[in-house]
């Protein structure tokens, strides 16, 4: 492989101030647009040995084959540019995004003679006032109709208005006082507009105000006996605390304020939005990002946030993101430009006014609001991933691409991954997961408990040297160790066999137990998958030659940069990141490592809780109250005889037994939380 590609401009020849940067194929295609506060330092990241850079922007620098570059005079102005440069020629290889769906709108058209209130997904009505998006429709009309005895204002079609103003006669909705009827001459226009802006001022966020208002009227007209009237006054005070009841009060009255959460992976993101104006969240929105390239959230955050505000919405003047842009001050110019250029039709001046702020939530309740709207986005991004796993196409189509990808002769309708997990070392475990068309087969996962191994290399080793043996010709080489050895999914049926057979046909049930084991375990995969590099596929292909079987096709999937490694190849195979195939694979791995890290934990559980039982005077019961107090058995570990016997339940004598017996180094196997974590990471691959 060359050192660098062959269009790599002289380092001199790069100047040192702001710009943007395109990489072209040879059909002059954009490929990818950047920006740089310097250029010859962020382009100089490119032009690094090849074998050097991540492996998508390699495959980025190497199918370009040229770079140029366009100096400004300012950070501002280079974002600008790589906008504008985005949109414009939509490169392949910055990130893309898709919309769930086209979310309604409230919208209050204030540009026209007679304002109407509708529910629309037009975004391009002229001079209209937008609120929300909102996730129901039906939401939407419940709003209308509360809000509607309140400001009865327009709500009709044009042409339903028209026939009205022809015959003299108003629709049902003057006659039921849901709307002042401008039509027929009882409101005059202008008193008709300002009642529109009233709606629209009220929906902004101004609605204490409002509601002031009118509790003092009705007070008033009360106290004159215009009892009418002050029912007029109560009902309209009861709409709109109806209307307002169907918004959450998240923050401080007079806060307006857009929360962004981002949850992503390897190969995606989801974004959420919360709209919250007057303190009460009055939209939802959000999408899903596909990522070509690596990036980090604040990068993401950047183009998120661009995305956003690209149509006509307004930006609030603050806003909070998950983690602040490199270039955040060019970021809130731009923004605060958006801001000032979008119309506002309820402002004296037509324009929003005030500067915009980007801002990370630290504490209090925007701080509660951001974790919400953050853990919204995680669940988005499961059921993103859930909904495109059940896609019967393309789950076919993934299925073909990996056939293709790895040159294997058949689609892969059998993939079995193996992924070990271990704490330190010590207390190691495997998983093997199942797919079977694309879909998880959970009654065939298997789990494998390892007593010794050098590294992770030796423990793949053991593991498929063991599933491999159900594949000689139908038998295991010992079933009865590996009904002991093989925590099987199935074990549960088992205890209730033994149960029901006794004692006396303990030996036939467990070796009947077996058999329904090699029966399910012999079924060959056609794909079979590590979670590693080149080390460990290494080691699985030992097993495999030496255990004579023929017919599978073995790969590794290397989490950091989602490579895929091939048996004796000196460089993996790349699969497209927005691709259904590099998905499924991703899922596989995921959940062969969820699989083993939930074994593993049940077993340090289980683990403390068998030491701590063998004390004598300390049951379950007390076990699970001295866990409870210190929080970890770190920190119980930690803990003196004095402090032990603070417990509830838990005396001088008994507190001294307990600190002696975990100060033996019997309790090795339980594991701290922070190591717990450190397991987690340390999934039987070294990376």
């Not at 039709?345 to 309740?365: D, I, K, M, W, Y």
């Not at 408990?449 to 038998?475: C, F, H, N």
Request: net charge neutral; aromatic share 6%.
């Amino acid at each position: 492989m060359a050192d660098t590609v062959s269009y790599r401009p002289k380092a001199g020849e790069i100047p040192t101030q702001p710009g943007v940067y395109r990489f072209r194929d040879k059909n002059r295609r954009v490929l990818y647009v950047g920006k740089a506060k310097n250029l010859r330092a962020r382009l100089s990241n490119y032009f690094q040995p090849l074998r050097s850079l991540h492996e998508r922007t390699r495959r980025m620098v190497t199918t370009a084959s040229s770079v140029e570059w366009t100096v400004v005079g300012t950070e501002y102005e280079a974002l600008q540019l790589e906008y504008t440069w985005i949109k414009e020629f939509n490169p392949p290889f910055n990130v893309k995004f898709r919309d769930d769906k086209t979310y309604p709108y409230l919208a209050v058209t204030l540009g026209d003679r007679i304002p109407r209130v509708m529910i629309t997904r037009n975004r391009n009505l002229k001079d209209a006032r937008y609120f929300g998006p909102y996730t129901k429709v039906w939401a939407i009309r419940e709003t209308v109709d509360l809000m509607l005895k309140a400001f009865p204002m327009r709500s009709c079609s044009d042409g339903v208005y028209k026939r009205a103003e022809q015959t003299g006669r108003p629709c049902l909705l003057g006659d039921i006082g849901k709307c002042a009827a401008p039509c027929v001459g009882r409101i005059s226009p202008e008193d008709h507009k300002s009642l529109a802006i009233d709606f629209a001022s009220f929906m902004a966020g101004n609605d204490t105000g409002y509601l002031r208002d009118l509790n003092e009227k009705m007070k008033q007209a009360a106290s004159t006996m215009d009892y009418e009237s002050a029912a007029r006054h109560r009902d309209a005070i009861q709409a709109l605390e109806g209307a307002l009841g169907k918004s959450a009060v998240v923050l401080t009255e007079n806060i307006d304020a857009d929360v962004f959460g981002i949850a992503h992976d390897e190969l995606a993101a989801a974004v959420q939005q919360f709209i919250v104006r007057g303190g009460r969240v009055r939209g939802v929105r959000s999408w899903v990002v596909d990522k070509e390239l690596d990036m980090e959230l604040g990068e993401l955050v950047e183009t998120v946030v661009q995305n956003a505000y690209d149509g006509p919405d307004a930006p609030p003047r603050e806003i909070l993101v998950p983690e602040l842009p490199e270039d955040t001050a060019e970021l809130e110019q731009w923004l605060t430009q958006r801001r000032r250029e979008t119309p506002d039709p309820s402002a004296p001046r037509g324009r929003h006014t005030g500067r915009v702020e980007l801002r990370t939530a630290q504490r209090g309740e925007k701080a509660a609001l951001a974790q919400t709207v953050s853990m919204n986005a995680k669940n988005a991004l499961i059921l993103y991933k859930t909904r495109r796993s059940s896609d019967f196409v393309a789950r076919s189509q993934a299925l073909n691409d990996i056939q293709d990808a790895l040159g294997m002769p058949d689609a892969p309708l059998r993939m079995e991954c193996y992924d070990v997990s271990h704490l330190s070392g010590t207390n190691i475990v495997a998983s093997m997961v199942v797919f079977e068309d694309g879909l998880p087969r959970k009654d065939q996962y298997r789990r494998f408990s390892i007593p010794e191994s050098t590294d992770d290399t030796e423990s793949i080793y053991q593991v498929i040297t063991r599933r491999l043996a159900y594949l000689k010709d139908g038998s295991s080489v010992d079933p009865a160790a590996d009904a002991i050895g093989d925590a099987a999914v199935d074990a549960t049926a088992e205890d209730t066999a033994l149960d029901a057979e006794g004692a006396a046909g303990a030996d036939e049930v467990v070796e009947a137990a077996a058999e329904r084991r090699r029966r399910k375990f012999s079924y060959p995969p056609n794909l079979l998958l590590v979670d590693g590099g080149q080390p460990q596929v290494a080691a699985a292909k030992r097993a495999l030659d030496e255990s004579g079987v023929t017919g599978i096709q073995l790969a590794g999937i290397a989490k950091r940069l989602e490579e895929i490694w091939l048996p004796d190849s000196d460089f993996p195979v790349i699969l497209p990141r927005n691709s259904d195939a590099l998905f499924l694979i991703q899922r596989l791995r995921d959940e062969a490592h969820r699989f083993a890290i939930t074994y593993q934990r049940a077993r340090r559980k289980r683990d403390i809780g068998t030491v701590l039982g063998e004390i004598p005077g300390l049951g379950p019961s007390r076990v699970k109250v001295l866990l409870k107090h210190f929080g970890s058995v770190a920190q119980l570990r930690k803990a003196t005889p004095e402090e032990i016997a603070e417990v509830r339940g838990v005396g001088p004598t008994l507190a001294t037994a307990i600190f002696e017996r975990l100060a033996e180094g019997g309790a090795t196997d339980a594991a701290t939380d922070s190591a717990g974590e450190q397991s987690g990471q340390a999934s039987g691959v070294s990376r």
